[in-house]
């Protein structure tokens, strides 16, 4: 009997009373719930602005196949709530050994580099993000801020986390231009059809 697959989803929103309510990452998370329900996955939640056990966060990373990251992108990150689960679930799969055994390197062989400790391989981690940014601030040199840098690269502090336990890191997922741009609704209609895409990878 094939063994139930496993994913899941991580939704940081932080709510701002008046400003932002959390609709879009809502949207996006719940298109995702409904994909994976429809291909027989077990769906893992975590709503991280609601409370989480840090113990049962752990768990839920061993029994995952595929994190998913649900998150706007508040000042170039996840919003600070997002951090603090990390420091609290990661440090409790370190310290449990279970998602990763130290940082890799090993006094007896020089050859195991830093950030090869990881127990999680053939696991699969991606990120979802909205934006406030348009897509035209990434990928060109000749823009002043972020001077021809990617998402990968703005998301590298999230990503390096996973891959330091083991995880291959999926192709990001973005909307951008949440407030002056037009392309929420394509943007969520293409949605399962990344999700296709990335389960082929």
């Excluded at 799969?93 to 055994?101: C, Y």
């Excluded at 990968?152 to 999926?170: A, Q």
Aim: hydrophobic share 35%.
């Amino acid at each position: 009997m094939q063994k139930l697959k496993k994913v899941l989803l991580i939704d940081t929103h932080l709510t701002y009373p008046n400003w932002t309510e959390g609709t879009l990452n809502n949207s996006f998370y719940q298109i995702a719930k409904d994909f994976f329900n429809s291909k027989s996955y077990e769906v893992l939640e975590t709503k991280v602005e609601k409370g989480y056990n840090t113990e049962e966060e752990v768990e839920k990373h061993l029994q995952a196949d595929i994190v998913i990251l649900q998150t706007p992108v508040n000042w170039f990150g996840a919003p600070w709530i997002y951090k603090k689960y990390v420091d609290e679930v990661f440090n409790r799969g370190l310290n449990s050994k279970k998602l990763l055994i130290g940082d890799g390197r090993s006094r007896d062989d020089e050859s195991k580099q830093y950030g090869s400790g990881g127990n999680m391989q053939g696991r699969k981690f991606m990120i979802c993000a909205t934006w406030n940014a348009p897509a035209e601030a990434f990928n060109n040199p000749s823009q002043n801020l972020l001077q021809g840098k990617n998402t990968s690269d703005v998301f590298l502090n999230i990503t390096s986390n996973y891959r330091f336990c083991g995880y291959d890191i999926l192709p990001d997922y973005n909307c951008f231009d949440i407030y002056k741009g037009d392309t929420i609704e394509k943007d969520l209609e293409n949605y399962p059809a990344h999700l296709v895409k990335v389960l082929s990878l």
